[in-house]
């Protein structure tokens, strides 16, 4: 799908639109994976193989895909040293802090919800 810059008012950015740029956005921040990353470097600043072990069960390809993702939408900063190796390091953005706010309150609502979710599940699946 090919979307059209957005250069309108907020209703043409409408989430329903299949050529809409917040469309967009909305589907590549609402992976597990992105929502995973985004709330561990909210702690902080990490290098790749420190957010790939707090990401458990992601694989190298995915983490690197959803960082360059994270990056291009402007939500993660990563920044290079000049050294050798070289060290490569990520960090939310403005943005990324403000969306992790969204995310933590994600994750907050699932624990809450948790047991409700296994028992309807349960109940569904029988």
Known sequence: MVTKEFSGSPDE??????DSLAREIFSDIANKWALLIIESLGEGTLRFSELRSEVEGISHKMLTQNLRMLERNG?????????????VEYTLTEPGQALRATVDGMCAWTQLHLGHIETSRRRFDA
Not at 13 to 18: E, G, S, T, V
Request: proline share 16%; charged share 30%; glycine share 0%.
């Open 75 to 87: 939500l993660v900063d990563r920044k290079v040293h000049p050294t050798v190796p070289p060290r």
């Open 13 to 18: 950015a409408a989430l329903r639109r299949a």
